[in-house]
């Protein structure tokens, strides 16, 4: 437990429920207790990144870094911003540069503000309690306070259909996620959540193409300055990726005392390892440099706590959660190079053609002909699923498609009612940016409903699981504004020009291999038992969720390499994994606090 906040609850509630917090972590000392009249906090000491500040008229809690306002040395974060909310109001919502998820309740308008930063770094969940409004920074904790355990069907098939769950929602129903570049406010006329930034490319920068690259270098250095803690060893995730090179570079050029760190998948050989072109990187830059391997038996091992970590199921980003070699060390700071890349050439013919719907409509036909995995008839029906949607790949089931799902379920209808559901929200997602070039609005699409809920989410869960802080330089808001004002380049050809400078040429400019486990191959393998006790019939009766003759049958073929459905069985296996934490946990704390009460 790092945050927990209650508004409009009456403080013996409050008590209570803290209480219970209190000795089922062992120490009340750990803790420190705001309790004021409308609204309470219980705040934990020891954990990194968290500071608060409390006042006659108000308090605040800061969970993360804080970049901006700065203030004179020795005043907390949350002290800042308790008063920047005293000058400004909700104008000091635009004021704030973070990657913290910060809450502020003003006493003088007994107002309650909840703010996630701009790109999804910090991560914030709220949820109503009879008259009561609780938020913590983290799912688990709001888990614990409540008995309920109803799961969410929409976001269950978007989980399955591509690897993720996008805010609002969460697996829980009565749970939800404050989306990136999101507020809540709470007062006497109830709750509201709005949008108080967005990325906006609508004022063109015309500049000479060496102009550009020096913007942009410039605007590179800055956030990466703006990121940097001097003094203190610093740890940074390096792959292959020009990215995260280039971030160690310009750590490296600022002073930044950097250690590298590379995973290295083992049981598997093949293009997911990047050690190579890491390690000649960091040599080059004359920076340490590890591997840290990650295995079949690593994954089954902690499989519960990797769940539990990242506040419900993941997929791609599994290895994130082995960081134990960095934690083991003398840093507090983990850089991951994690960027904004435009669309692919593919995407961008795509996005010329979607004024053409019947274009659209006939090329994603295609996707229905037999042979349509092969090229080029698979590329032509995916430039027309990005016409016919203006998304990317990230929202055309990569994971599980429809006739699969649809197979699996339990109920029936679950499968029309979820997809109903998703395109709802998607649309409403892309209708913030229709004033927005199709360039802008698709990446800004992606930002919002795909990179804050999926790559910084598992980031930030695993960073701060290992008691450290992370920092993305590349979500910065000076660079991130430059760069939507800047024409869209093709495979982040400008970063590349940049990190030339730093960096030999053929690094610079070698191709991106999208760093995910090699999940598959490992499931058909040394993790096909581990794999079989998951997905026993009983568990999967149990839940209610899948129809276990299906999922045995998807298994089986899997194991005969009839199909590749890797990503599919382990988010089932996830998906029951996470059910049972829900069903062990979900009222912990309520009903400690209930006996805690009849004791007293």
Not at 16 to 37: K, M, N, W, Y
Not at 264 to 286: I, Q, V
Not at 356 to 376: S, Y
Not at 578 to 600: D, F, K, N, P, Y
Request: with cysteine; glycine share 8%.
């Amino acid at each position: 437990m790092r945050v927990l906040g209650l508004w409009g609850a009456p403080t013996p509630v409050c008590a209570q429920i803290f209480t219970s917090i209190e000795a089922d972590h062992g120490d009340p000392s750990d803790f420190h207790r705001i309790l004021r009249p409308g609204a309470a906090a219980l705040i934990r000491k020891d954990v990194p990144g968290v500071s608060f500040e409390e006042a006659f008229d108000g308090f605040a809690i800061v969970d993360g870094d804080l970049f901006e306002p700065k203030g004179e040395q020795g005043r907390s974060p949350a002290a800042l911003v308790l008063d920047l909310f005293r000058r400004h109001g909700t104008e000091a919502l635009d004021r704030i540069e973070s990657n913290a998820f910060i809450a502020v309740w003003d006493a003088r308008s007994a107002r309650l503000y909840l703010l996630r930063d701009r790109f999804g770094m910090s991560l914030g969940y709220w949820m109503k309690q009879g008259e009561a409004l609780l938020w913590s920074s983290e799912l688990t904790t709001l888990l614990r306070c409540d008995p309920r355990v109803e799961l969410d069907g929409a976001a269950i098939d978007q989980f399955l259909a591509d690897g993720r769950v996008t805010a609002p929602w969460t697996t829980l129903k009565h749970i939800s996620k404050l989306p990136s570049a999101h507020y809540l406010r709470g007062d006497a006329r109830g709750v509201t959540v709005r949008r108080y930034w967005r990325q906006d490319g609508r004022l063109r920068l015309k500049v000479s193409y060496p102009e550009r690259l020096a913007l942009l270098e410039d605007a590179l250095l800055a956030a990466h300055r703006r990121q940097i803690t001097h003094g203190k060893p610093a740890a940074a995730l390096l792959s292959g990726g020009v990215d995260s090179m280039l971030m160690v570079a310009l750590l490296a050029k600022l002073g930044c005392n950097t250690e590298t760190f590379t995973y290295r998948y083992t049981h598997y050989d093949g293009k997911f390892n990047e050690g190579e072109p890491a390690a000649r990187a960091a040599a080059w830059l004359g920076l340490p440099h590890h591997e840290m391997p990650v295995g079949p038996d690593d994954i089954a091992a902690h499989f519960e706590d990797i769940l539990w970590q990242h506040q419900g199921p993941l997929t791609y980003g599994l290895h994130s959660a082995l960081l134990s070699q960095i934690a083991a060390g003398s840093t507090e700071v983990l850089y991951s190079g994690q960027g904004n890349g435009g669309p692919s050439l593919t995407e961008q013919i795509g996005l010329a053609i979607s004024s053409v719907p019947a274009l659209g409509r006939l090329l994603a036909r295609l996707g229905e002909l037999p042979f349509a995995d092969r090229e080029p008839l698979a590329c032509l029906a995916y430039i027309g699923r990005v016409a016919q949607t203006r998304l990317s790949w990230r929202f055309h089931s990569p994971l599980t498609d429809p006739s699969t799902r649809g197979a699996l379920y339990a109920d029936a209808s679950l499968l029309e009612e979820a997809t109903a559901a998703r395109e709802e929200l998607f649309e409403a997602v892309i209708a913030e940016f229709a004033d927005q070039t199709p360039q802008n609005a698709f990446c800004g699409s992606i930002q919002r409903l795909a990179t804050s809920d999926s790559s910084l989410q598992w980031t930030t869960a695993f960073i701060r699981a290992s008691g450290l802080l992370g920092r993305c330089p590349y979500y910065d808001r000076g660079l991130i504004d430059l760069m939507y004002r800047l024409p869209r380049e093709r495979d982040k050809e400008d970063l590349r020009h940049i990190a030339a400078k730093y960096l030999p040429r053929d690094l610079a400019f070698a191709p991106k291999i999208g760093q995910t486990i090699p999940i598959s191959s490992w499931l058909r393998g040394p993790m096909a038992d581990w794999l079989g006790e998951r997905l026993e019939i009983g568990r999967i009766a149990q839940s209610g969720i899948f129809r276990p003759a299906a999922v045995r049958q998807t298994y089986k073929a899997h194991l005969a390499g009839r199909g590749n459905h890797g990503w599919t069985l382990w988010g089932v296996a996830a998906l029951l994994g996470w059910q049972e934490i829900i069903q062990r946990e979900a009222g912990r704390h309520t009903s400690r606090a209930m006996a805690l009460s009849a004791v007293g």
